[in-house]
Nanobody
Framework: QVRLVESGGGLVQPGGSLRLSCACS????????MSWYRQAPGKERELVAT????????NYADSVKDRFIIFRDNAKNTVYLQMNGLKPEDTALYYC????????????WGQGTQVTISS
């Protein structure tokens, strides 16, 4: 059974930092590209960052570029999202996603971790 378990969310003041973790099991982690998505109340889920299976390439949403860093440890089956310079508009439920081809068969989600940015 595939499991993706996010952790590390919480309440942080603007300008602060958080590191999210997503521990994966039940899959060959090193063959999956990993992504972080987020969904704020009343808004659609949006892609925040993606990292390739080997970790040699990353992509970010414009809204988080230069503030967030996605990285992975294939030995620990874990992907991380380091979030710096947090803003109130970063408040959302953050989800971890694992994906490989064919996507219709291999596309998994975690349950989400809440990030709230408020003074």
């Amino acid at each position: 059974q595939v499991r993706l378990v996010e952790s590390g969310g919480g309440l942080v003041q603007p300008g602060g930092s958080l590191r999210l973790s997503c521990a994966c099991s039940g899959l060959i982690f090193s063959t999956y590209s990993m992504s972080w998505y987020r969904q704020a109340p009343g808004k659609e889920r949006e892609l925040v960052a993606t990292i390739t299976s080997s970790g040699d390439s990353t992509n970010y949403a414009d809204s988080v570029k230069d503030r967030f860093i996605i990285f992975r440890d294939n030995a620990k089956n874990t992907v991380y999202l380091q979030m710096n310079g947090l803003k109130p508009e970063d408040t959302a439920l953050y989800y971890c996603n694992a994906q490989r081809t064919p996507v219709r068969l291999f596309n998994y989600w975690g349950q989400g971790t809440q990030v709230t940015i408020s003074s």
